[in-house]
């Protein structure tokens, strides 16, 4: 070590002589400097060759530090794993924890003892170390890559950290969350929205390990990322010499649907004991592929509502003005199958719905108000400064190598970012959070106390709070019926209360009289006619405008139509059996197994204090799937949920049934019936009813 | 005055490292008359520049009846200067392209500023603002107290084992203002007055008490003549800037406790008293450490993770503080064990080194890990500035920045065994369990 170098000697020297004369020309403090011309951004080389087995390597030299990293990257297209759920998390543990030639406490010692690292996951294999041990770490790599051991006793020791790992997840209201949002957005029939459960830890085995290893782990769909120390000759040959032999194989492609978005703003809420803070996220879907036209412009939105930046509106406001957080962001992900939205914050129990409020209004102001210039500037700035900043580590050259590669993006993607950054206008940051933005298509999730329940309520288009368990299933806190309770003494009991079996089953005919109004917007005239008498049954309803039937329904147990202002349609399967079911007698409860549908008590459930015996109504084979809600006090069904979930569409009706009223004899119907499908609210309100009166039989014709 | 106060500066001393590996980082380093110490490292090969002040103040400087004061002064002078408006901080960087930010420990504040290149004035204007003139009013103290009780909450009462630093070091340090951690008492925070953050600020936000720590797309000798400008004509601080002096005692009994709370899985925590970093021992307990937790093969994980399948992760790692320190040695047991069996199997792993040398093969394992680390240390403008104002403000020597490596490497299998049995004394140890509520009444 030498002091004074002759390069500071001058330095000092020039210093003394040139400083009187520079700070002649004082600072004024009051006004921000200016800054110097902006410096040149340059983007690093990168290589991109192939290997004749198909492995594509991407190259970027640097060598600044005397270390290459290798990443071999996978690229297919997502599993749904279902039953195995879990074992694409423990796969790159397992296929680190030894090889063929070497146990995992010896393959462990060799990497360390390079002072290298070695790292596995489902999707990639990644080595570093010293330029110096370049050669030994690939051996490592390769052995891992082409011999790994699968041994029982890891899969073993995995699965019970795994297990652990779970249990302790349980109590991270982080983890909980980001279950909840999977599964909202994407379901669990999409790989996206999957959660592993103890039970589908437990049930895996090596198989299903070696199975997919075999399947996936092909160059054909690979990549090897290779940064550092070394030019893309040396690192060519190195490819070859250890992932050469490397065997290429066809790997399934799935190309997956786009889950159905909510249809109207659903609360879902985790509860959590002893919970301080609310961990709040607003989040949909969106389908916008990377490196898509408006991708740059979307993260510019993104950027001004809640991105990176500090001056993003929801850290001014939920933050700095407010005061309810120590931080609130958004996100928006693109993603070539589907991506999503977030905007997020942990904030105290007392200002959750508050907090909500303000995102809501945030989410709304970017699609309602043009940003100011000022902002968009801003953020323009900030981003520009980001990306240059980036390009301090080779990883982000190499990031923009590969995303070219497995995104198909146009060569000069990046090179051309940041012209395509600055001509982002205000109109295409309205036109995108206009178009992606959903403020009344959004899963309004909340991990907190139960406390803060009640305040969410009006966040909800049904004004309804949704619980949901750790793992992203809904809650339903239920406990045991009492001994010798069973479905049909619940069922037998709903009866009596109406009247009676036996009353019940005396009634030949029946004429309902009143009004429905569907979404709070029109009201049409109702009518049902049912005759239950055998050899004649049938049932009748209309929905009808200033005396004229729009719609009608019939069935009888030759078949159903329905009309809707068109010709009659036929009902059938499952849509045909259902309706029969229902329509045709008025204790069809109790006549579940005619129709091959089985009954089931699930036990007692309490919603919002008032206590249900449950009942279950299902056929698997043509998807019949509906629970009855009985109360307990008065013995009466006051409530249906019936479901027919798709990944399409998640169809769940809940039908309540209000205001019964006694009409003679002990006898008494529900007044009001409320379904509540999807978005779509539909109440129909009972004015009068006719018991055995005379009705038109003709109105059971079929065709 | 302010003529002569300007070209007055006194060039303390200016340090050159010649290159004697191909990553050693050179580096200009000078006082300014006020007392600032500044350090310029100059790297062309990104446009951009990290502008960083380390302040001299961590949360072992407060008062005890002010505890957190230190962290809260961090969110604080973002608020603004004499010359800029509230909430204009953040604006500033932002518009620039740039990102900013700051965190305390228990021993040092940190902010910094990273910047395009050509903004180098601006990181050093808003910095010397902050040092000369923050704008401390009550609006800024009020909407911070929140913010501040919403981070702890996030990061301490919310999160998972979240208090397990407060109750380690709780039950750790008996006098030593360590005993407390840097996030604080919000009640001492709430009863804190205007009076209070301002002797604060006068006390410790002071140029002799800072480093301003450069490193980038500079040129050193118009990066001096800017510094001169904006930071000389800040006054020196003429207040007693306070360090505690006090020296926690040795014990001589195991401390045990179990903390309950709504975690499932337990943790086992075990503390050890250790030298303060930078002393001789520190290194030897570093490396002692590195032998039980560095990589897949180290002892711990091998023996307590692998082998008996006791935990979901087991290591040790120092918890090194300018004053002497600790070691916390940890681990996550798996479901079903009990703790007590994943504490014993920690302690075999420690006896083992007790009695036995490691191996020349282990030892030159852990040299390599070192030299390998070593190198990718300095690989960010950010940390190298970092690591400049760290090693000036805790040793008083930025070239350890290519030095400390010598002295790890200097360390012995003897030195290793050595340090065992000598910090790793179960008397002095202090051993936490973790444990879920409903393992009370059992």
């Excluded at chain 2, 030892?363 to 690989?379: A, C, G, P, R």
């Amino acid at each position: 070590m030498k002091l004074f170098s002759n390069k500071h000697i001058r330095t000092l020297a020039l210093l003394f002589a040139t400083a009187p004369f520079t700070l002649l020309a004082q600072i004024d403090r009051s006004i921000a400097p200016e800054p110097g011309p902006a410096p040149i951004i340059e983007l690093g080389e990168s290589t991109v060759t192939e290997l004749p087995n198909g492995l594509t390597l991407i190259v970027v030299e640097n060598h600044r530090l005397p270390k290459v990293s290798w990443s071999l990257r996978l690229d297919y297209s997502p599993i749904l794993e279902g039953a195995t759920s879990g074992m694409l998390d423990m796969y790159g543990e397992l296929m680190r924890s030894g090889t063929t030639t070497k146990t995992k406490a010896e393959l462990d010692e060799a990497i360390d003892f390079l002072g290298a690292s070695l790292n596995a996951s489902s999707t990639s294999l990644s080595g570093s170390s010293l330029t110096k041990h370049s050669d030994e770490l690939l051996m490592l790599m390769s052995d891992v890559l082409f011999n790994p051991a699968f041994s029982e006793n890891e899969i073993n020791k995995l699965k019970t950290q795994a297990l652990s790992g779970l249990m302790a997840a349980e109590t991270s209201p982080g983890e909980i969350s980001s279950i909840l949002t999977r599964t909202l957005n994407y379901t669990h029939l999409h790989p996206y929205g999957e959660v592993s459960t103890a039970e589908s830890i437990e049930s895996l085995n090596r198989d299903d390990f070696v199975s997919f290893y075999d399947r996936y782990f092909r160059p054909n769909i690979a990549y090897l990322v290779v940064v550092g120390d070394i030019n893309p000759e040396e690192a060519y040959k190195m490819a070859e010499q250890y992932f050469g032999g490397w065997v290429k194989s066809d790997v399934p492609y799935v190309r997956w649907e786009v889950p159905a978005r909510a249809r109207f703003n659903r609360v879902c809420f985790s509860p959590i004991e002893g919970a301080v803070q609310s961990t709040i996220k607003l989040t949909h879907t969106i389908n916008m592929a990377p490196g898509s036209e408006d991708a740059i412009a979307a993260s510019v939105m993104n950027s001004i509502l809640g991105g990176g930046a500090f001056s993003g509106r929801l850290m001014q406001n939920l933050r700095e003005d407010k005061a309810f957080t120590y931080g609130a962001r958004s996100s928006f992900s693109t993603d070539p199958y589907v991506g999503s939205f977030t905007a997020y914050a942990d904030v105290r129990n007392e200002v959750t719905d508050s907090s909500i409020v303000e995102f809501l209004y945030e989410i709304k102001r970017m699609t309602s108000e043009p940003v100011d210039s000022a902002t968009l500037a801003l953020t323009k700035n900030y981003m520009t400064g980001s990306f240059a900043r980036n390009l301090e580590s080779s990883w982000t050259v190499a990031s923009f190598a590969f995303n070219i590669e497995r995104y198909d993006l146009p060569k000069d993607y990046y090179s051309t970012y940041l012209e395509k950054l600055a001509a982002v206008t205000i109109e295409d940051i309205q036109r995108i959070a206009k178009h992606h933005l959903k403020s009344d298509q959004i899963y309004i999730t909340c991990v907190g106390s139960r406390d803060v329940i009640p305040s969410l309520e009006k966040f909800s288009t049904h004004g309804i709070v949704e619980l949901f368990d750790a793992y992203g299933k809904p809650l339903i806190e239920r406990r045991d019926a009492a001994p010798g309770v069973t479905a049909e003494s619940v069922i037998t009991d709903h009866y009596k209360s109406i009247g009676g079996v036996r009353a019940l089953s005396k009634i030949k005919t029946l004429k309902k009289t009143g009004s429905i109004e569907i979404g709070g917007a029109m009201t049409l005239g109702y009518s049902q006619i049912n005759c239950y008498r055998k050899g004649a049954r049938g049932a009748h309803r209309s929905f009808s405008m200033s005396g004229q039937e729009i719609i009608t329904n019939t069935i009888t147990d030759e078949g159903g139509v329905e009309a809707q202002m068109s010709p009659l349609k036929a009902m059938e399967g499952s849509d045909l059996l259902r309706n029969q079911w229902s329509s045709l007698s008025l204790t069809y409860l109790l006549e579940s197994e005619d129709y091959g549908i089985s009954t089931e008590l699930l036990g007692i459930e309490n919603i919002n204090g008032v206590e249900y015996h449950v009942v279950k109504f299902s056929r698997t084979d043509i998807h019949i799937d509906l629970t009855g809600y009985f109360e307990l006090e008065s013995k009466r069904l006051a409530m249906t949920k019936e479901s027919t979930s798709t990944l399409e569409q998640d169809m769940t009706s809940t039908t309540n049934y209000n205001n019964y009223i006694d009409l003679g004899d002990g006898i008494s119907f529900p007044m009001e019936k409320v379904s509540i499908t999807g978005i779509q609210r539909m109440s129909i309100r009972i004015g009068n009813v006719e018991i055995d009166s005379e009705i038109d039989h003709t109105k059971f014709t079929l065709d | 005055m302010r003529f002569l106060n300007c070209i007055g500066f006194v060039l303390v001393s200016v340090t050159y490292v010649s290159a004697q590996t191909n990553n050693s980082i050179d580096f200009t380093e000078y006082d300014l008359k006020n007392g600032l110490h500044v350090i310029l490292h100059e790297d062309h090969s990104t446009p951009i520049v990290a502008v960083t002040v380390m302040y001299h103040v961590g949360s072992k400087n407060e008062d005890p009846s002010r505890t957190g004061m230190a962290h809260f002064f961090e969110h604080l002078l973002f608020e603004g200067s004499e010359n800029i408006a509230r909430g204009e901080f953040d604006n500033y960087v932002e518009n620039a392209g740039g990102v900013l930010n700051a965190n305390t420990t228990q021993d040092r504040t940190f902010y910094y500023e990273l910047l395009p290149s050509n903004q180098l004035k601006l990181g050093l204007w808003l910095e010397s603002e902050r040092m000369l003139h923050a704008k401390i009013q009550q609006i800024g103290i009020d909407t911070q107290n929140e913010v501040v009780k919403e981070e702890k909450r996030m990061r301490v009462d919310n999160k998972p084992y979240g208090n397990l630093l407060e109750k380690t070091m709780e039950a750790c340090y008996d006098e030593h203002p360590y005993q407390w951690t840097p996030i604080g008492s919000m009640d001492h925070l709430d009863a804190a007055t205007h009076e209070d953050f301002m002797s604060f600020y006068n006390t410790f936000y002071v140029p002799n008490n800072a480093t301003l720590s450069i490193a980038g797309d500079i040129d050193i000798i118009s990066t001096i003549q800017l510094i001169e400008l904006y930071f000389s004509d800040i006054p020196r601080g003429t207040k007693e800037i306070y360090i505690p002096t006090v020296v926690e005692k040795t014990r001589t009994e195991e401390r045990r406790s179990i903390v309950y709370g709504k975690d499932r899985l337990p943790l086992v925590v075990q503390a050890y008293p250790i030298p303060a970093q930078g002393t001789p021992d520190y290194y030897a307990v570093d490396m002692l450490n590195q032998v039980l937790s560095g990589g897949a093969s180290s002892r711990l994980n091998r023996s307590v993770v692998d082998e008996k399948q006791l935990a979901l992760y087991c290591g040790a790692f120092s918890f090194g503080l300018e004053h002497p320190g600790l070691t916390l040695a940890f681990a996550m047991v798996n479901m079903g064990v009990e703790p007590a069996d994943v504490e014993s199997a920690m302690n075999e792993e420690v006896d083992l080194l007790k009695s036995e040398l490691i191996s020349d093969r282990e030892l030159k394992k852990l040299k390599n890990q070192i030299e390998s680390d070593f190198v990718s240390s300095n690989s960010s403008m950010a940390g190298i500035a970092e690591s400049l104002a760290n090693y000036h403000t805790y040793f008083g020597d930025a070239n350890l920045i290519n030095t400390e490596i010598d002295r790890y490497l200097a360390i012995t299998a003897d030195d290793i065994k050595r340090a065992a049995n000598i910090y790793y004394n179960p008397s002095s140890r202090v051993t936490i369990y973790f444990q879920h509520n409903d393992t009370k009444s059992e």
